[in-house]
């Protein structure tokens, strides 16, 4: 099933969300989530350091195959708690065919920070 796309937005919109590329650096268990997740430390490089977040990607991920992966996410929202954990950073997805979490991650290996243009 796809969704109806969002209502239009400006470009300055859009830059206003702040997505940045950052390697994996510890992951673990989440038991205390409602929904089985991860606990992630994202490296986001020297202007924005270590960030904490979950994600509900259990289905496709182990916790060995975690660490130094590449990620998106959006570095810019509030942190939200989330049970015991703060998350500091939304990490992106997009589902499979099952509605299943897929990571979003660059191509090639680019240096932490990068932001999405």
Do not use: W
């Amino acid at each position: 099933m796809t969704d109806s796309i969002a209502e239009t937005i400006s470009f300055d919109d859009f830059l206003k969300v702040d997505i940045r590329v950052g390697r994996i650096i510890e992951a673990e268990p989440f038991p205390e989530a409602r929904k089985p997740a991860f606990k992630m430390k994202i490296d986001f490089g020297d202007g924005i350091g270590i960030k904490k977040s979950s994600a509900q990607i259990t289905k496709h991920y182990r916790l060995d195959e975690l660490v130094g992966r590449q990620v998106l996410a959006v570095v810019n929202f509030p942190p939200r708690q989330i049970g015991p954990v703060m998350s500091e950073v939304l990490t992106l997805g997009v589902p499979d065919e099952d509605g299943e979490v897929v990571l979003l991650q660059p191509g090639h290996d680019v240096p932490p920070g990068g932001r999405l243009f």
